[in-house]
């Protein structure tokens, strides 16, 4: 993240945090988790308040959502491909798909705050499948906020470590990838001795 940007966002504040949070949502490409981190760190120096920060920044990140699932629902398949043949991106449009198939609701959620990068096109694939708006929007604004006040505390409470933070974050978020699919094939294989077990009893 450039000075000039840092201080753009100190000079103008909100309106300046919630367009930037807005164009990252439609899937501008932006460091947007090291971003929140220093923000956190500037509300620890005092020159910005916690709750506007976390308020504005959800309220970009919801808008910016609504917009690229509005461009799916509308716009269909079509226009979707037009755009992605211009100005590419049509494997991120497969693999959030596949990534939509498979976790639906939960994956919406995760996808605000933990797999970031597949955000703005789970948006888009959301709005394609015609995933029910009203349970999108509120995954979306649990998924935003939760991401917001993760990262802007983180920020607020390590503020002389910001690019440390930021780094371990992006291996946390591989971790908990790791034990999630770990639960999971838990699950599956416990899931799978019940079924045999069932199936010898039966006999």
């Known amino acids: ?13 909100l309106p300046a945090l919630f367009g930037l949070v807005v164009m990252i949502s439609v ?19 005092g020159e910005l308040s916690f709750w506007p920060v976390v308020l504005t920044g959800t309220a970009g ?29 049509r494997d991120k449009v497969a693999k ?6 498979k976790w639906a609701g939960p994956g919406i959620f995760l996808s605000r705050w933990l797999f970031g990068p597949l955000g703005p096109w789970i948006n888009v694939t959301s709005g ?10 509120a995954l979306d604004v649990a998924g935003e906020f939760l991401w917001l006040l993760i990262y802007v505390s983180l920020g607020q409470i390590f503020s002389d470590q910001v690019q440390a933070i930021a780094d371990l974050l992006g291996n946390l978020a ?30």
Do not use: C, H
Not at 65 to 86: C, E, H, K, M, S
């Open 27 to 45: 899937g501008m490409p932006f460091p947007s988790s090291l971003m929140l981190v220093a923000l956190g760190s500037f509300v620890a120096q």
């Open 174 to 203: 591989w971790v908990i990838v790791g034990l999630l699919a770990v639960a999971f094939l838990g699950w599956r294989l416990f899931k799978g001795e019940a079924r045999n077990d069932d199936a010898v009893g039966g006999k």
């Open 96 to 101: 959030a798909e596949a990534f939509s198939l």
């Open 61 to 89: 990140a919801v808008v910016g959502d609504q917009i690229g699932y509005a461009v799916g629902f509308w716009g269909g398949r079509p226009l979707v491909n037009r755009a992605t043949a211009r100005f590419g991106g």
């Open 128 to 137: 394609l499948s015609a995933y029910s708006w009203p349970r999108f929007l």
């Open 1 to 13: 993240m450039n000075a000039q940007l840092l201080e753009m966002l100190t000079t103008y504040g």
